[in-house]
């Protein structure tokens, strides 16, 4: 049975089921995506041990920290057009598969994974809702060990136009001719705690809302699109202008791009650096209210 955009859930096509995922295991034309990460900060697990012991069945390991622009020292860049095509080819990963985005459960990561094979052209993108959690809850068949997915080509194509630099959060939080939307928690937003990132100010951009990405997931999926509407709004989030979304190092706020898209809202782009770029500056503005 095809895994085609028809028979996926119409209200969520963005995510599919753990039932639906389980009688489509055998689907050749599905690829399995593993994106867990581990939360900054977090030194004391291996997270591709963990891979090994325990993930989905021919689900190749997406590693974000390794996906990432290496030249710079800030996290999660976003790396060359010819790495990220070179990397996918490794991973088995083509632009004509239905390829299926989990993470722990949290969707605290999937969200990066889906929006950088979206921003490099992938256009047959699902995450599964609950994750891995949600899977393993259902008793669902896991395998172990490292896949040896067979090398293929990815043909990659960079949107530009879909990641912000510095120089464009600098000239936005001057005009005000966007809307910066921060993902972080509001203890980290409004400088009460220090950030996981070690030599970072406290604070965040002027002029910034802050969403905090957890307030829009419930159970490993976004939550319905009326309450992401009604939270959104509440925090001051106009639909009818541009929106950026920034976090702590690009990740999170994936879920705010994600959330933002499933209610077809248009003219979102995402300040890759966030604030591992911005609050690793002495030149900036910073507020701390």
């Not at 325990?54 to 790495?83: N, Y």
């Not at 809702?129 to 949600?134: E, I, K, R, T």
């Amino acid at each position: 049975m095809s895994a085609s955009s028809s028979d996926l859930p119409v209200s969520h096509e963005r995510f599919v089921s753990a039932d639906w995922l389980a009688s489509h295991l055998n689907d050749s034309s599905i690829t399995l995506i593993d994106a867990r990460m581990l939360p900054p900060g977090n030194t004391t697990r291996d997270i591709h041990a963990e891979y090994r012991a325990g993930h989905l069945p021919g689900a190749v390991f997406f590693d974000i920290e390794a996906l990432s622009d290496h030249s710079t020292d800030l996290p999660h860049m976003m790396p060359t057009r010819e790495d990220f095509a070179r990397a996918m080819g490794e991973l088995g990963i083509d632009n004509q598969q239905h390829l299926v985005i989990y993470d722990e459960g949290n969707l605290f990561s999937a969200p990066r994974a889906w929006w950088m094979l979206h921003t490099f052209g992938a256009t047959s993108v699902s995450i599964l809702s609950g994750g891995l959690a949600g899977w393993t809850a259902q008793n669902l068949p896991l395998e172990q060990g490292d896949v040896t997915p067979k090398p293929t080509t990815f043909h990659a194509t960079l949107d530009e136009s879909a990641i912000r630099s510095r120089d464009d959060m600098l000239s936005i939080s001057r005009d005000k001719s966007e809307q910066i939307v921060d993902a972080r928690p509001a203890p980290r937003f409004h400088a009460e705690v220090d950030e996981p990132r070690p030599g970072l100010h406290r604070g965040h951009i002027p002029g910034s809302l802050n969403v905090p990405w957890t307030d829009l997931v419930h159970n490993g999926a976004l939550k319905p699109n009326a309450e992401l509407a009604t939270i959104l709004h509440k925090h001051g989030v106009d639909f009818t202008r541009p929106i950026v979304a920034s976090c702590g190092s690009g990740v999170t706020a994936s879920v705010v791009v994600l959330a933002l898209t499933q209610l077809n809202v248009p003219n979102v782009t995402l300040y890759d650096g966030s604030w591992s770029d911005w609050g690793s500056r002495d030149d900036v503005p910073i507020a701390r209210d």
